[in-house]
């Protein structure tokens, strides 16, 4: 648990949250979905779909998040920080996974606490424990000092198509 501002980040697998909290799933995504509008453009969907997506993203990875108190009390419920990886299955490698790590995403009244870097290290260890050959990311240029302290290094060039 990192202490931020007289309060207890905890962390836990988002697929857990809605476990634990199923009760309160309409502030949870709302929380999450809120969180990641400061990556992304975000579109309405349905508890159901977010639900359904949750579920399916943690067959083969994860979405840890960082939050500060219970999704019970939305005064006092806030998700402060996320981020996902992906296994990849290869036939190379022995068979293992690559590691894909995404949506790395601090709220902007948490930054520069160094959310990110706990979010990074426990997903890389996640990615560890899971045998992953290795782990990728695709980021800004300006923000790679931030995956470099994480011992994440330039490699390549990435090319998009998108539809």
């Keep these: 648990m990192y202490v931020c501002l007289n309060q207890s980040i905890q962390y836990s697998s988002l697929n857990e949250l809605v476990k634990d909290y199923f009760d309160n799933i309409d ?8 969180l990641l509008s400061n990556l992304s453009t ?6 159901n779909k977010f639900i359904e997506n949750i ?7 994860i979405i840890i998040i960082g939050y500060i108190g219970k999704p019970i009390s939305s005064a ?7 981020g996902t990886l992906f296994l990849e299955p290869k036939l190379s490698h022995g068979g293992r996974h690559v590691g894909h790590i995404e949506d790395i995403i601090v709220h902007p009244n948490y ?3 160094n959310l990110s870097f706990f979010i990074i290290n426990k997903l890389v260890s996640w990615a560890i424990c899971k045998k992953c050959y290795k782990i990728i990311l695709q980021c800004k240029p300006e923000l790679c000092r931030i995956y470099e302290r994480n011992g994440f290094e330039t490699k390549g060039v990435e090319m998009v198509y998108r539809t």
């Design 55 to 61: 579920v399916e993203i943690s067959k083969n990875g």
């Design 27 to 34: 502030e949870i995504q709302q929380k999450y979905m809120a």
């Design 111 to 113: 930054r520069g606490k």
């Design 42 to 47: 975000v579109e309405e969907i349905s508890v």
């Design 76 to 82: 006092n419920f806030e998700i402060v920080c996320t």
